[in-house]
Nanobody, 126 residues
Framework: QMQLAESGGGLVQAGDSLRLDCAASGRTFSTYSMAWFRQAPGKEREFVAAIGGSDGSTYYADSVKGRFTISRDRAKNAVYLQMDSLKLEDTAVYYC???????????????????WGQGTQVTVSS
């Protein structure tokens, strides 16, 4: 497992941008797929975006496609989520997650990930 720590959340207005950072510890970071999930009040945690460990392929939920960008810096053991054109419905706690290379579950499922951060709050106001 890895230790993950998110940062960068905050209060912004609709239409603004925000970048979330996830710092990961562990020598095997480059082999893990990484993802962002979010959980709004009263709702289940949902997939937002993922990036592959080997080829860096990216995947997005339909609700954020074209607005959010996931990236990773292998040298810094970090993953980022650039969020543009934020909407009220993007308000949630955002979690960073790590998926080991041996996982057979789909990248969009929580069960695929064995390491989670503590979460960072993003609040979008009108």
């Amino acid at each position: 497992q890895m230790q993950l720590a998110e940062s960068g959340g905050g209060l912004v207005q609709a239409g603004d941008s925000l970048r979330l950072d996830c710092a990961a510890s562990g020598r095997t970071f480059s082999t893990y797929s990484m993802a962002w999930f979010r959980q709004a009040p009263g709702k289940e945690r949902e997939f937002v975006a993922a990036i592959g460990g080997s080829d860096g392929s990216t995947y997005y939920a339909d609700s954020v496609k074209g607005r959010f960008t996931i990236s990773r810096d292998r040298a810094k053991n970090a993953v980022y989520l650039q969020m543009d054109s934020l909407k009220l419905e993007d308000t949630a706690v955002y979690y960073c997650a790590a998926r080991p290379p041996y996982s057979t579950e789909n990248y969009s499922r929580m069960g695929a990930y064995n390491s989670w951060g503590q979460g960072t709050q993003v609040t979008v106001s009108s």
